[in-house]
């Protein structure tokens, strides 16, 4: 899983309700990422956090919020104001170091469906 | 703001054949990271090469390899000895360092036996 975790892997939720992804890395890194992915397009970004207690906007942000209260968690909440939220979501942590600054690595995702 | 295309939506190639990825990308950066993701059907992304801006070799994972043209902002995979299990999705995607990854829309590869 590449050292985040990341549920669930499936989640359907009715029309007007608000969701919440899990997203989880124990490797202790500082920026994490949420990606969103439909399908014939790339990856979009939707939030980004490079610190505990602060995150930025992506974007795609409108309707979606997240909180990043613990280093090792960055949970996002799809709410009812988002328009079309049948997706898949990815999220991704960066390990911040002089060598490896920039890449990412990916969660295994969640295919959320509005039923 | 930084944009990346991949003109080739589709394509396919015979097992242990070469097949050549195309990726362009437009930034008025001078230093920056360019990489090639895989998403197989698990849709799990997979890095299979990096490439820094500053670095004028081509950076090499075994059978993946790339051709980095600085100045036309181009930015190809080299995919050598093709393998039943390279089907799959590849996304070129752009960085300045620390930031966001901008993704192309993908090139869907299909490897025939």
């Known amino acids: 899983d590449g050292g985040i975790t990341q549920s669930p892997k499936y989640l359907f939720r009715k029309e007007g309700q608000n969701v919440t992804l899990s997203c989880e890395q124990n490797l202790n890194h500082d920026a994490m990422y949420w990606y969103r992915q439909d399908p014939g397009q790339g990856l979009r970004l939707i939030y980004y956090s490079q610190i505990v207690n602060d995150f930025q906007k992506g974007d795609i942000a409108e309707g979606y919020s997240v909180s990043r209260e613990k280093k090792e968690s960055f949970p996002l909440t799809v709410t009812s104001a988002q328009k079309n939220p049948t997706a898949f979501y990815l999220c991704?942590?960066?390990?911040?170091?002089?060598?490896?600054?920039?890449?990412?690595?990916f969660g295994p995702g969640t295919r959320l469906t509005v039923l | 703001a930084q944009t990346v295309t991949q003109s080739q939506p589709e394509m396919s190639v015979q097992e242990a054949e070469t097949v050549t990825l195309s990726c362009t990308y437009d930034t008025s950066e001078n230093n920056y990271y360019l990489f090639w993701y895989k998403q197989p059907p698990s849709r799990q992304m997979i890095l299979v090469i990096r490439?820094?801006?500053?670095?004028?070799q081509n950076a090499t994972e075994n059978r993946f390899s790339v051709n980095f043209q600085k100045a036309a902002k181009s930015f190809s995979l080299k995919i050598s000895d093709s393998q039943l299990g390279d089907t799959a999705m590849y996304f070129c995607?752009?960085?300045?360092?620390?930031?966001?990854?901008?993704f192309g829309k993908g090139t869907r590869l299909s490897v025939i036996a």
């Open positions: 991704a942590w960066s390990p911040g170091t002089s060598v490896d600054t920039d890449t990412q690595y």
């Open positions: 490439q820094e801006a500053y670095k004028q």
């Open positions: 995607a752009f960085s300045q360092g620390n930031t966001p990854l901008v």
